[in-house]
């Protein structure tokens, strides 16, 4: 019974240092990026601030306000994009 903890024990482990360390390369490779709201496509976005759309690649609507996705730093308040009433808007650093 010991032994069979253990392993158990051992094996969790391991899943939680593996666990970590992926957060922390996630972490690492967005270093140089932002967060840009309003600039994703329909079913492209990285995530979004609230709504129906929490989670990677699930906005509904191209260029949503609160859906955002990673861009090059520095690159997003420069992003144009057009709307569908043909009207300009620009990416934000924060949900609109």
Same mark, same amino acid.
């Given at each position: 019974?010991?032994?069979?903890?253990?392993?158990?024990?051992? #094996?969790?482990?391991?899943?939680?240092?593996?666990?970590?360390?992926s957060?922390?390369?996630?972490?690492?490779?967005?270093?140089? =990026?932002? =967060?840009?709201?309003?600039?994703?496509?329909?079913?492209?976005?990285?995530?979004?601030?609230?709504?129906?759309?929490?989670?990677?690649?699930?906005?509904? #609507?191209?260029?949503?306000? =609160?859906?955002? =996705?990673?861009?090059a730093?520095?690159?997003?308040?420069?992003?144009?994009?057009?709307?569908?009433?043909?009207?300009?808007?620009?990416?934000?650093?924060?949900?609109?």
């Amino acid at each position: 019974m010991i032994n069979r903890t253990t392993t158990v024990a051992l #094996a969790a482990a391991v899943a939680a240092a593996a666990l970590m360390s992926s957060g922390a390369n996630a972490q690492t490779a967005n270093a140089d =990026k932002e =967060k840009c709201y309003g600039v994703s496509m329909a079913g492209k976005n990285d995530c979004a601030a609230t709504g129906s759309n929490s989670c990677a690649g699930t906005s509904k #609507a191209d260029y949503d306000a =609160k859906a955002w =996705k990673y861009v090059a730093k520095g690159s997003c308040a420069k992003m144009e994009v057009t709307l569908k009433d043909g009207k300009k808007r620009m990416g934000t650093l924060a949900p609109m």
